[in-house]
């Protein structure tokens, strides 16, 4: 997500602030607030709860129950809210709207598709327009050796012939972050500048943007590569890889922790049937 000024952040850096405060601010001011005819909501998961629909019932002329309103959504993206409440209110949405479900997959090709299955055991829609090379992984036993595996990579994509501003670095961990295997060393100059904020769905041809999983939700690059894997089967790892892996348009690769391999190999059974033929 974006803030005005274009720096990236999402509701996990400042919580309270975000489903608390702000809310809260606005709703004792409502009487106030400008309504419109249609409202569009992107992202709608991160929005599906009881507060943020008030706020939302607020904007709209004739509220939730009689306005014009559209909500797009995957539930498999809601890392910011409860499962439980969504669960509660989207038969409450689905009452007073009509719900439709997608069922063209028009981002991600058949191979990663198929990727994120694998990993998440979530099933993608069965119609996917395009194909493509196959998901790379790479197992590291520590995030020095991880490290130096992506600067292999970052290299070997460069020989190819592809600029930096297609690729995206992603983990669920910031750069500073000591569970971050780009915290351990500087990439070399000839790979990319690294760029952790302004507005990341673009990038120069040398900048190689890194994000968060979280910060990167609800943007797209032809090229992901999802670092510092650590874990697969927990829920919340289940979702942040799910919301990572569908960013990737045309290629994907994958850097996951040795000591996971058990984890990822009862995963990959429990996921195989499911996959897309």
Not at 59 to 87: A, C, H, M, R, V
Not at 91 to 119: D, E, F, G, H
Not at 160 to 178: F, H, K, Q, W
């Amino acid at each position: 997500m974006m803030n005005a000024c274009g720096e990236t952040w999402s509701p996990d850096k400042n919580p309270e602030y975000y489903s608390h405060e702000l809310p809260e601010l606005f709703l004792a001011r409502k009487d106030l607030c400008k309504k419109y005819d249609m409202v569009v909501v992107d992202e709608g998961q991160d929005l599906l709860n009881t507060t943020y629909l008030k706020c939302l019932d607020a904007l709209i002329n004739g509220g939730l129950t009689e306005g014009y309103w559209s909500i797009f959504f995957d539930p498999n993206q809601n890392l910011f809210n409860s499962k439980s409440e969504l669960d509660t209110l989207l038969p409450q949405l689905r009452k007073v709207a009509a719900s439709y479900n997608l069922s063209v997959n028009c981002r991600n090709t058949k191979q990663i598709a198929n990727a994120n299955t694998l990993m998440t055991n979530i099933p993608q829609v069965s119609r996917i327009k395009a194909s493509g090379p196959n998901v790379e992984y790479f197992r590291y036993s520590s995030l020095h050796e991880e490290l130096s595996l992506v600067i292999e990579l970052l290299q070997k994509l460069k020989a190819y012939g592809i600029n930096s501003g297609d690729i995206v670095l992603m983990s669920a961990y910031t750069i500073e972050n000591p569970r971050c295997c780009l915290s351990y060393g500087k990439l070399p100059p000839e790979v990319g500048k690294i760029k952790t904020d302004g507005f990341m769905w673009q990038a120069k041809k040398d900048e190689l943007r890194f994000s968060t999983i979280s910060s990167f939700k609800g943007l797209e690059a032809k090229i992901v590569i999802l670092l510092d894997v650590d874990a697969f089967s927990d829920n919340q790892h289940r979702l942040m890889h799910y919301v990572a892996i569908s960013r990737a348009c045309a290629a994907l690769y994958v850097f996951y922790d040795a000591l996971a391999e058990d984890e990822r190999q009862l995963m990959l059974a429990a996921a195989y049937p499911k996959l897309v033929q």
